[in-house]
């Protein structure tokens, strides 16, 4: 019978949550770079400009993948997000995609692989164009109806939120 009591949150075995593959793919792409700080460790794999801080409100992008593209869409959003200064996390396992991509996933944590918190409304746009066209047919869930699609794209690029854009083609709302 179903676990209906389940969480995003649940804790996947120790085997799958530390398989490494994913902080792999990160660590190939920065190379020696010491511009970049991150840390892993339960659900997240956090990453960020060495001296950054976040804005206080402003867009926040999410990409989608299956545990089976998950590390071919890192690998292909890496270049993008590692060409600017915002800061973003992954899942931090292919255990952990699986979970968010679960049918009992609550809507607002629901196939969003990678979230990235753009440093500025020009930089969302980019991000949101550059991150498309990186993940062309890539397989993704769709997640949220206010999600912008991108149709034949890993990223369903959605849930793009700002309070202070309003006018602008991507959904708006606010983030904290």
Request: glycine share 10%; with cysteine; proline share 6%.
């Amino acid at each position: 019978m179903a676990d209906f009591n389940f969480s995003v949150f649940a804790t996947p075995t120790e085997r799958d949550a530390d398989d490494g593959r994913l902080a792999d793919v990160l660590r190939g792409a920065l190379g020696d770079s010491e511009a970049w700080r991150w840390s892993g460790g339960g659900m997240w794999c956090s990453v960020a400009p060495v001296g950054s801080s976040r804005r206080a409100q402003g867009w926040k992008l999410h990409v989608s993948a299956t545990p089976g593209s998950a590390a071919e869409v890192l690998a292909r959003s890496l270049p993008v997000l590692l060409s600017g200064r915002s800061a973003f996390k992954f899942a931090a396992s292919l255990a952990h995609v699986e979970l968010l991509n679960a049918r009992n996933t609550s809507r607002g944590h629901s196939g969003k692989f990678i979230t990235v918190y753009p440093d500025s409304d020009e930089e969302a746009v980019r991000l949101a164009r550059e991150l498309h066209d990186a993940t062309a047919g890539l397989p993704g869930p769709a997640f949220s109806p206010t999600a912008l699609t991108c149709p034949g794209a890993s990223c369903t690029i959605g849930t793009a939120r700002s309070s202070r854009s309003a006018g602008s083609p991507m959904t708006a709302s606010t983030y904290g």
